[in-house]
């Protein structure tokens, strides 16, 4: 369920016609819906009310500051996956002890300002990372508390690319390890060992997945349990996947559910850490046509949006649906919708049925609220879109569109000689 729909033959977000945004921001843009936002969190943070729990939304999928700030003021916390992700949580207001940083590649520096910071927990990905944190905690005389993150090898049947829980991925620690890690560490100065995580992979649309990882984590905690550690923090990380075409994932509080029927007696809070479920169908990337092309065997709309700006398709084969923002009587054609970049894996959509556009007609992409914005770059020296957040009648600019000031910031011509 979300806030987008056709009102007399116009798609609006809320209540705002998304051509008038076109015409206040211009585009491409970003368009959130505060609702959808506010309804999905709570959808999801709700099925588990009955349950000691945190829910800590993953900054990676949507990080800007006026999101941030919504989702804490309604009691998130925040999974953050850098210290750039640090900076924008602590700056959003979410408090430090509701953020978990998880990441295969914390640097010494980002360590020692999350333990300055006094956040919640650190996810542990290798062994060298524990002996790294405990040395720099011990330095600033800090314990930090942690929890390991476990490799359960689960297939989470989603995409190669957002799979991050079977044996070969990069991930975690395999859990055939945990015990004698878990053991070491908390043996370590620095360190105070107070959790058990996994993250299994992203867009997951069905439960036996998260089912099955939970299993293999209890059968450790009872494990580490018996061995006198005090473990109080059970991270099922994110993954939860939502409908981008005709896929039908569980809602949220059926993964709830099954989660809790397997959490009874364990005496933990539960941390969870989504991201996609909460942003993803919140968002619409607004585009124009510019040009509509006749090739030899295809037709195209070429946009003024591109893979710079929403990168899903290109890297992953993602599908969005596209939606024209007007409603007409013109007859269906088939297009493959593309960008402007100098890239043949520019494409936003192929092969789709489209009422007939011309030059200047505005299009939805639809759902690109989750690694959209955040996964945008500057390529071909475009500057990044504005994110637009809409509250009922109201228009909010949370990221202006970038200048090209923006664009050379920092660069330097050097005298050479
Ligand atoms: C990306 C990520 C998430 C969020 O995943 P979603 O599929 O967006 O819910 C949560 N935890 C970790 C560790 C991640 O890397």
Redesign the pocket.
């Known amino acids: 369920m979300n806030h987008f729909s056709y009102i007399d033959g116009e798609l609006c977000c809320e209540n705002v016609p998304l051509r008038r945004i076109a015409q206040d921001v211009g585009t491409p843009a970003y368009i959130y819906s505060h609702a959808t936002l506010v309804r999905h969190f709570q959808a999801f943070d709700g099925s588990f009310k009955d349950l000691d729990h945190l829910t800590c939304f993953?900054v990676?999928?949507c990080s800007n500051l006026a999101i941030l700030n919504l989702l804490a003021s309604m009691g998130a916390g925040v999974?953050i996956?850098s210290g750039g992700e640090l900076h924008r949580a602590l700056l959003a207001g979410v408090p430090a002890d509701r953020i978990v940083f998880?990441g295969v590649g914390k640097t010494e520096e980002e360590i020692r300002d999350a333990v300055t910071a006094g956040i919640l927990m650190f996810n542990v990905e290798s062994h060298q990372e524990i002996d790294l944190l405990s040395r720099a905690a011990e330095n600033l005389g800090k314990k930090a508390r942690i929890a390991l993150r476990i490799n359960p090898d689960v297939d989470p049947k989603t995409h190669p690319y957002i799979s991050?829980g079977l044996r070969k991925n990069k991930f975690g620690i395999p859990i055939e390890d945990a015990e004698e890690q878990y053991l070491r560490a908390a043996g370590l100065p620095g360190l105070e060992v107070v959790g058990i995580d996994c993250?299994l992979g992203?867009?997951i649309t069905e439960v036996g997945p998260f089912v099955d990882g939970l299993n293999r984590l209890r059968n450790l905690l009872d494990q580490l349990k018996k061995r006198g550690l005090n473990i109080r923090y059970l991270d099922m990380?994110?993954?939860?996947g939502i409908t981008y075409d005709t896929e039908q994932p569980p809602e949220p509080i059926d993964y709830a559910r099954a989660l809790k029927e397997r959490l009874s007696g364990t005496d933990t809070t539960l941390i969870l850490?989504?991201?996609?479920?909460i942003v993803g169908n919140a968002a619409v990337l607004l585009v124009q046509v510019l040009f509509t092309k006749k090739g030899a065997t295809r037709n195209f709309l070429v946009t003024n949006g591109g893979m710079n700006d929403l990168v899903r398709p290109s890297l992953y084969g993602s599908y969005h649906a596209v939606w024209p923002v007007a409603k007409t009587d013109r007859p269906p054609t088939t297009v493959d919708v593309v960008g402007p970049i100098c890239e043949s894996s520019d494409f936003l959509a192929k092969e789709r049925s489209l009422p007939e556009a011309l030059p200047g007609d505005l299009l939805a992409v639809m759902s690109a609220g989750?690694y959209g914005f955040s996964m945008s770059s500057n390529y071909n020296s475009r500057r990044r879109a504005p994110e637009i957040l809409v509250k009922g009648d109201a228009i909010h600019v949370i990221r202006r569109r970038e200048t090209f000031e923006d664009l050379t910031r920092g660069e330097q011509i050097p005298d050479l000689g």
């Open positions: 993953s990676k999928a999974d996956v998880s991050t993250h992203s867009q990380g994110g993954g939860l850490e989504p991201g996609r479920v989750a």
